[in-house]
C-alpha cells in the first residue's frame, strides 16, 4: 500500500486513531467561542472591581502553556496591562499582589502549575484558574473562579477552549475587551472551512496536510515562523512529537538569520526539511530572508515546505497556520501505524517524579 492509500484508508484511519485525535481535531473549530460562563464571569468583575491590577501571568505547561502563548500575541497588544505566559515552577519576581496570575492546566494535575498557584497565593496575587478538574480545582475552591473545560481529551487537542476561557477572564478583569468577538468569529469560520480541506475524509490529492505528512516521511522537521506566528512554529513542533512521536525543532526569523542559518549551510541536509510559516503581514526583510535562506537550505540538499496564514485578524492567522500542522502531525503519525493520542513516556515521568 502506498503512503497516499494509507491516509486515504479511512477504515484503516480510524481502527489506528483509537484515542479519536481525528474528532478532536475537526471539533477544533466548535471549540471557539466566548462568555460560556456568564455566571462565574461576572461575580469575576465584581470581586476585581476595587483591585488595581497591573500586570497578567499566564502560568502552564505544554499544551495548556500554548494557550498562553496565543493570548499573549493576540491580546497583549491591545492589552491595558503587561502579560506575559510563565512556564516552570518559579514565578519571575514581577508577579506581586498587583499581578493576576491565571493558572491553565487542562487536567488541573500539573505539577508547576500547582507550585505556580501556591506562591501566587503567598505574595497575595488575584487568582483564577482553567482546568477541567483535578487538584488545581480543589486548590482553587474559595480563592478565585475556576473555568471548566470539557474532560477527557488529550490538553493538546483542547487548545481552543483554554484560550478562550482565559479570554474571557481577561474581558472580566476588564484589561482587554475590543474586538476580540469579533475576532474569535473569523478565526472560527475560517478553521471551519480548513476543515472541509483537511480531515480525513478529504484524498491525498486534494489534501495538503496529507501530502505534506508524506513529504516528511523519514525526515527531520524544522519549523520557523516570524512576528505572530513564532507561536505556530512552537505548535507545530510540539503536535509532531506528541502526535507524529518524531523529534522536530522551531524557530523564528530573523533570529536564525544570527545562528542556525550557518548551520543549515554546513553539511549534508538529505534528511532535514524546513517548514516555513509565511504571512502577508510580516516586515518586508522577514520575506527576503526567508527567500535567501530557502536558497540556502536547498543547496545543501535539504528541503523546504511552505504554509501560509489565512484571514485579516491576528487570531485567525495564527490559528489557521496553527491548525495546518495539527492535522500534519496525525497523518505523520498514521503513516508509522500509530495511535497519536497516548504520550506513555510524559506519563511515565508523571509516575517517576511522584515516587521521590
Not at 480510524?14 to 462565574?40: I, N, Y
Not at 464571569?41 to 498562553?68: K, P, Q, Y
Not at 475560517?190 to 489534501?207: A, F, G, H, Y
Not at 512529537?241 to 542559518?261: R, T, Y
Request: with cysteine.
Amino acid at each position: 500500500m502506498t503512503d497516499a492509500e494509507t491516509l486515504d484508508d479511512v477504515p484503516g484511519i480510524e481502527s489506528m486513531d483509537k484515542g479519536d485525535m481525528a474528532r478532536a481535531l475537526s471539533g477544533f473549530p466548535s471549540q471557539l467561542r466566548l462568555g460560556t460562563e456568564p455566571d462565574v464571569l461576572s461575580g469575576f468583575t465584581r470581586t476585581l472591581s476595587d483591585r488595581m491590577i497591573s500586570n497578567v501571568a499566564i502560568c502552564g505547561m505544554g499544551g495548556s502553556a500554548i494557550s498562553g502563548d496565543i493570548i499573549e500575541g493576540w491580546i497583549g497588544s491591545r492589552c491595558g496591562v503587561p502579560l506575559a505566559t510563565v512556564r516552570g515552577y518559579r514565578l519571575p519576581g514581577w508577579v506581586d499582589e498587583k499581578t493576576l496570575v491565571i493558572c491553565v492546566s487542562y487536567s488541573g494535575n500539573t505539577e508547576e502549575t500547582l507550585a505556580n498557584a501556591r506562591e501566587a497565593e503567598k505574595r497575595g496575587c488575584a487568582l483564577a484558574a482553567v482546568c477541567s478538574g483535578g487538584r488545581l480545582a480543589d486548590f482553587f475552591d474559595g480563592k478565585g473562579p475556576v473555568l471548566g473545560v470539557p474532560p477527557n481529551q488529550q490538553p493538546r487537542a483542547s487548545s481552543g477552549w483554554l484560550l478562550c476561557r482565559v479570554a474571557d477572564l481577561l474581558i472580566s478583569a476588564q484589561v482587554t475587551s475590543e474586538g476580540l468577538a469579533e475576532d474569535i468569529r473569523e478565526a472560527r469560520e475560517i478553521l471551519e472551512q480548513m476543515e472541509k480541506e483537511l480531515s480525513v475524509n478529504v484524498p491525498t490529492d486534494s489534501n495538503s496536510a496529507k501530502d505534506m505528512a508524506i513529504g516528511l516521511q523519514g525526515r527531520i522537521p524544522a519549523i520557523y515562523g516570524a512576528e505572530h506566528l513564532t507561536v505556530a512554529a512552537r505548535r507545530w513542533q510540539t503536535q509532531i512529537n506528541e502526535n507524529g512521536k518524531v523529534l522536530a525543532w522551531w524557530g523564528s526569523f530573523p533570529e536564525m538569520n544570527h545562528n542556525e542559518i550557518v548551520g543549515w549551510a554546513g553539511g549534508d541536509l538529505s534528511q532535514c526539511t524546513a517548514i516555513f510559516l509565511r504571512d502577508d503581514g510580516y516586515h518586508p526583510q522577514i520575506h527576503r530572508r526567508m527567500d535567501y535562506t530557502r536558497d540556502v537550505i536547498v543547496k545543501g540538499g535539504g528541503a523546504v515546505r511552505e504554509v501560509s496564514s489565512l484571514g485579516s485578524g491576528h487570531l485567525a492567522r495564527v490559528l489557521s497556520t496553527v491548525y495546518v500542522g495539527d492535522w500534519v502531525s496525525f497523518y505523520m503519525a498514521m503513516l508509522r501505524g500509530l495511535d497519536p493520542s497516548p504520550v506513555e513516556v510524559i506519563e511515565g515521568l508523571k509516575v517517576h517524579l511522584a515516587s521521590k
